[in-house]
């Protein structure tokens, strides 16, 4: 296996999108910083040929206009895994269009493939491992180890061989067809939106058990951790964990002993202004429950970002 090529600057890049304009197939992953930032970002987007496996670093490359012709030409094949998360967040962060994808996990649920992971799908088809330790690392942060550039290209480095294996089990079983209608509505998928809504809190595993005055501490704690997420640029469950949130609106802690016992509360909630703000948003919450919106049916709070696709 080749060294992979990391392209860091304009020109590297205007070099590659004129090579990557007269192929056929190309295969295509990104990856993001969910689970450390507020704002979510694509922070790489790796490119495997059939010949090379790029990682083209977005945060240093200032002009990606250019990419838009090759994702929008019906011409030239994208091949994903699991292709909506990845479509998703290119349209949200550059206003990508999107024709002409191939998704091998979509291929492989149709196929009856019970294991949908790429590293499962790796490992029974190519007897390749992913180290899983850099599934959810900060891939904002620079430098990038040679062992995070490594991961990265193995997400592109096969997806080509393996779109050929399982585009002959496709026609084979007789469902090429179907599986490009499915294809042909990734391309679809809108940008994503927002995912931490500061006002809902259904994603919360326990919250539909609370009582309503419990349920208006709870929202109201919410709000408050996603504001400072949102202020600090921050991942809400890096400020406060749902588990601990839900502890907070069932035992409402009156006091600084009180609320010091709370199991999960990280330290800087324990003491001091930020412990304070705590338990004044109790009270605010447990004085003042709002009726109208204590019903089950209001938008969701999600505590932990998409970025692990759903098939990995």
Known sequence: MEDVVLIETQEQWERLLDELGTLPCLAIDTESNGFFAYHERICLIQISTEATDYILDPLAVVDLGGLNR?????????VFHAAANDISGLKRDFSFEFASVFDTAVACKMIGH?????????????????????????????????????YARLDTHYLLPLRRQLMAELEAQDLL???REAFAGACQVPA????????????????????RAARAVLRTLCRHRDQMARQRDRAPFRILGNETLLRLAERQPRDLDELYKIKGLPKTFRKGAQAKRILSLIRQGRSDPDPASASPAEPAADDHPPSSQPLE
């Open 70 to 78: 090759v994702f929008a030409d019906p011409g030239i094949e994208k």
């Open 114 to 150: 019970r294991r949908l992971g790429l590293a499962h799908i790796l490992e029974d088809h190519f007897g390749v491992e992913l180290n899983k330790k850099w599934q959810r690392c900060d891939w904002g942060r620079r430098p990038l180890s040679d062992e995070q550039l490594r």
């Open 177 to 179: 067809a179907q599986a």
């Open 192 to 211: 994503q939106e927002p995912r931490f809504l500061g006002n809902g809190i259904n994603r919360i595993h326990g919250a539909g058990q609370l009582n």
